[in-house]
């Protein structure tokens, strides 16, 4: 795999930097080298923050922001009426976007032409499984799906994994983010 | 063990290997991790280190030297305001030789108040008698953290491994750890120095020393930093023997046929090195010099390696405000200074209170370097890059 | 001579024990405590006060001052109880 760099869009709050560090973690164990880092601004509930991916099979030694990714991951609908979230996207480029929207609708709303776009209610499915609007882990199958990065069963062993560690008394809890994530594999459409 | 870490991260993970007798520690972003992550470490009994939280960076440092005057194997962390804290301990803790180990997250001095990456936090500390180690990644921090212990106690000085703040302190790299084990049949006992708590060698540490006996303790202290050099190569070999990584005193990349090179440090010389790659393939003749080690300041290598260029550009994240420019520019000049082949250098300083540079910027500073080269002239010798006119 | 750079030993260490023994502050004095055993009660309370050591005692007991490091700071004489006044200052005379 040639240099692949991601941009996640997201609130203070609903876990886009978790989701950058989730999915390098689960890149790293099918052998790559990775980087994931947030973007740095004061940190306020439901401000736009933003988080970045590196993926690639050599060293990664970049370490200046990132301009053009060729994939952006966006948490929240909304942001797309505040934020440019389509800012540096090539031609080639991946949107992946939480709404109840159409592809269609949303790559007129986006103003994209060439440019992917797949499209998947986390929001509704983070509230149906986990109980709360934090859309991260649903989304993290949808990416999966959407752009086949990643072996889609390494990545959720990785994730159950890292979330049993982070939540060592709530077995619950991860196994409704696993759950979460394959609904969204499920139903992301493009 | 292939892990992903960031910069703080990684840095804790060797402390917890090293496995100290002493931390003595304040928080300050963005440091604070590296020692939050350790006192976690200390709670889940995983060290038997006695983790000392003090009430700030100067007691932090104070708190070092006093273990380390018992002969603990002391570190601890800090950044920026908190390091400039310190600075008044700093200096006792190298006259006294007490090998103690400092992570360190550049960032910016205030004012105006700012978190984020530059060097001037710990360029204002070159003086204080300490070594320094500007890394470039989380995998290089890793690896000198471990060596830092060594070298300090072979040096009889303290020594100080910095971290690019945010860019390395909080982005998730992939490193390779080594086992518990064999960082710890590494490093070993450390080896005995006279100290405070040996009853059977009483001695007395810091005395009043006035202008009878003063001026040859310092003559004595300087030629500590004097001789360090051979202790620093020494570990980097040994390391590279035992583990397979290597660090040299100066890191240089693609620069054995380059016409001109570019000087960096931190982890923008990673970035440079894939700006070298690219003006590479469109058949551009550069390559990059990384300071590693800036105290000792390596001059004899430095002055070897520069003098074989047509041109140098030296990146600086930092300035003296001194009028002469940024620190490694100024010390480079100085270096330079009577050498029989002087190339003409300019200095392009960036990334104050951690602005980003891009690819782009960076080929722009070799594309100039290259024009120089050409010519042979530097019209405007220090230079603000990226900044807003 | 005192020694050149080269042989002292690293980070100004004192490395010997009770070196203060070499500097006969003795020679600071410009008054002599003169101790009276007769009318010494033996309090030991110039000898906790003596900021030099040089209140010589032996078995429990005061027995004298140590010329070469009594500095003469009076000290032992202003603290001696005024019942006993058991130690008194004169002029040194060298
Ligand atoms: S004069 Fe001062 S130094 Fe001398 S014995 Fe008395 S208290 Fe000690
Ligand atoms: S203070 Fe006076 S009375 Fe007491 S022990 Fe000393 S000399 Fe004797």
Request: proline residues 6%; glycine residues 8%.
């Amino acid at each position: 795999m040639p240099l692949l760099e991601i941009r996640w869009h997201g609130r203070g709050g609903q876990g886009a930097k978790t989701a950058a560090l989730l999915f390098a973690d689960a890149a790293l164990e099918t052998g790559k080298y990775i980087q994931a880092f947030p973007e740095y601004g004061p940190e306020r509930m439901g401000a736009p923050v933003q988080a970045f991916n590196r993926l690639s099979d050599e060293p990664i030694h970049l370490h200046c922001g990132i301009k053009s990714p060729k994939i952006v991951v966006v948490l929240d609908p909304t942001l797309a009426e505040t934020v440019n979230i389509t800012e540096g996207l090539p031609e080639d480029g991946v949107v992946v976007i939480n709404t109840t929207e159409s592809p269609d609708a949303m790559r007129e709303k986006l103003g994209l032409t060439k440019q992917k776009v797949f499209t998947v209610d986390a929001s509704k499915i983070a509230k149906e499984t986990l109980g709360r609007d934090i859309p991260n882990t649903p989304m993290l199958g949808a990416l999966i799906k959407a752009t086949g990065i990643l072996n889609f069963d390494s990545m959720l062993k990785s994730v159950e994994e890292k979330l049993k560690k982070k939540f060592p008394n709530n077995p619950e809890l991860v196994a409704k983010n696993i759950e979460a994530i394959k609904k969204a594999y499920q139903e992301v459409g493009r | 063990m292939i892990v992903a870490r960031t910069g703080n991260e990684a840095m804790a993970e060797a402390m917890r290997q090293v496995n100290p007798d002493v931390v003595a520690a304040y928080p300050i972003t963005p440091a604070t991790e590296i020692v939050q992550i350790f006192s976690s470490f200390v709670h889940d009994g995983l060290v038997d280190t006695k983790f000392v939280a003090v009430e700030s960076e100067h007691s932090a440092m104070s708190a070092c030297i006093g273990a380390a005057a018992a002969g603990a194997r002391v570190m601890t962390g800090t950044a920026s305001q908190g390091l400039a804290l310190m600075h008044e301990m700093l200096f006792i803790a190298a006259a006294l030789r007490l090998p103690i180990v400092l992570c360190v997250v550049n960032r910016s001095l205030s004012a105006p108040i700012n978190i984020h990456c530059d060097h001037s936090d710990t360029l204002a500390s070159r003086d204080s008698g300490w070594i320094q180690i500007y890394t470039e990644n989380s995998q290089e921090a890793y690896d000198s953290v471990i060596q830092a212990v060594k070298i300090s106690e072979r040096a009889l000085l303290p020594v100080m491994v910095t971290i690019d703040g945010f860019i390395i302190s909080h982005g998730m790299e992939r490193i390779d750890i080594l086992d518990d084990r064999e960082v710890r049949e590494y490093l070993g006992e450390p080896p005995k120095r006279p100290n405070l708590l040996d009853i059977d060698k009483p001695i007395t540490m810091g005395p009043l020393d006035l202008q009878d006996y003063f001026f040859e303790h310092k003559r004595s202290e300087i030629e500590g930093m004097n001789t360090s050099l051979p202790h620093i190569e020494a570990v980097a070999r040994e390391y590279k023997e035992r583990f397979g990584r290597y660090y040299p005193v100066i890191d240089t990349y693609r620069i054995d046929d380059a016409e001109v090179a570019v000087m960096a440090m931190g982890s923008a010389a990673g970035t440079a090195k894939v700006v070298v790659d690219r003006m590479r393939e469109k058949g551009k003749k550069v390559g990059l010099i990384r300071m590693r080690v800036v105290r000792p300041f390596p001059k004899n290598y430095l002055k070897e390696l520069i003098q074989g260029f047509a041109a140098v550009g030296i990146m600086d994240r930092s300035d003296t405000l001194s009028t002469l420019g940024g620190h490694l520019y100024v010390e480079t000049r100085a270096v330079l200074y009577r050498a029989s082949h002087q190339p003409p250098i300019k200095n392009y300083i960036y990334g104050l209170g951690g602005r980003d540079i891009s690819l782009e910027e960076i080929e722009e500073i070799f594309e100039e370097v290259l024009e120089i080269g050409k010519s042979g002239k530097v019209t405007e010798p220090v230079v603000y890059k990226g900044v807003r006119e | 001579m005192k020694e050149g750079w080269r042989k002292l030993p690293l980070g100004a260490i004192i490395p010997e024990a009770g070196s203060a023994e070499k500097f006969h502050t003795g020679d600071w004095r410009s008054e002599r405590p003169i101790y009276h055993p007769d009318k010494c009660i033996q309090c030991l309370i110039c000898f906790i006060y003596c900021p030099d050591s040089a209140i010589k005692v032996e078995d429990g007991k005061v027995v004298g001052i140590d010329y070469d490091f009594c500095k003469g700071c009076g000290i032992c004489a202003k603290e001696c109880p005024p019942k006993a006044g058991a130690i008194t200052m004169e002029r040194e005379m060298k």
